[in-house]
């Protein structure tokens, strides 16, 4: 249904600092708007980001209403071991969607 | 024949001209009177309040990199980057970024630490209005931080939400 895209370096050298993209399809509905009925048309937002670096967390975003739909984040690390990059978010209605990269670190 | 065709042509332009202006002039408050409850200055130093609490925010280390003039403010990209060492004795916390206008003042708040090696992020957000953008730092010493602009927004976010 909304498949994040993500982006992870396949590789990089110890100590070096790696940027990390990520992109979900979201509509972010704000809760503010009113359907061509009149009817309010309630929240549906994500609430919540979370990386975790080899289980380790290493950013987290709380999202309000004023993120744009399909939220769109760069963030930076630093490549540190090789392992598994994972991502978490989970927002309004039970949303939860996970996704992950391997890093080879040399 | 060719006579009429030259009189006719420039008044029909002057009348349609003069009605599209009218149509202008009569659209912009029509838009600024359906608009609904917004946040105002106030409610976003009431945010704002929320997240530093008692500690004062000094300008500066903060940079806000946010288009001056937007098109569209359903995705107007930003980033936020802190001046920073990012070692584990002095690093960024959290960064904040708060809107005047929306709403809701609140945009997004993230949390990094020494891992991040570079205290910088960039995402999209919505905006209302022209209005003024925030951003704090909170470091690990404890004190904030903070970068203001001001965005011209041409096609507001949210503007279909006034159309019964």
Redesign the interface.
Known sequence: MSAPLINVPARAKRGDIIIIKTLISHEMETGFRYGTNGVLIPRNIITEFVCTYNGEEIFRADFHQAVAANPFLTFYTVATASGTIAFTWTGDNGFSENASANITVE | MMDRGTQTNPTRRKLLFGASCLAAGLGTPLLLAVR?AQATPATMATAIRQVVGEASVKPGKVKLDLPPLVENG???PFTVSVDSPMTPSDYVKAIHVF?EK???S????????P????A????????ADSEKVVAIAELSDGSFWSDSVDVVVTIA??V??G??
Do not use: H, K
């Not at chain 2, 609140?106 to 630490?113: A, C, E, H, K, Y």
């Not at chain 2, 891992?115 to 570079?118: L, V």
């Open positions: 609904r359903n995705t107007v809107n929306n709403p809701q609140n945009v997004i708040g993230v949390r990094l630490g891992r991040a090696g570079r910088s992020f960039t995402s999209r957000m919505r905006l976010a949210c279909e939400d159309i019964p």
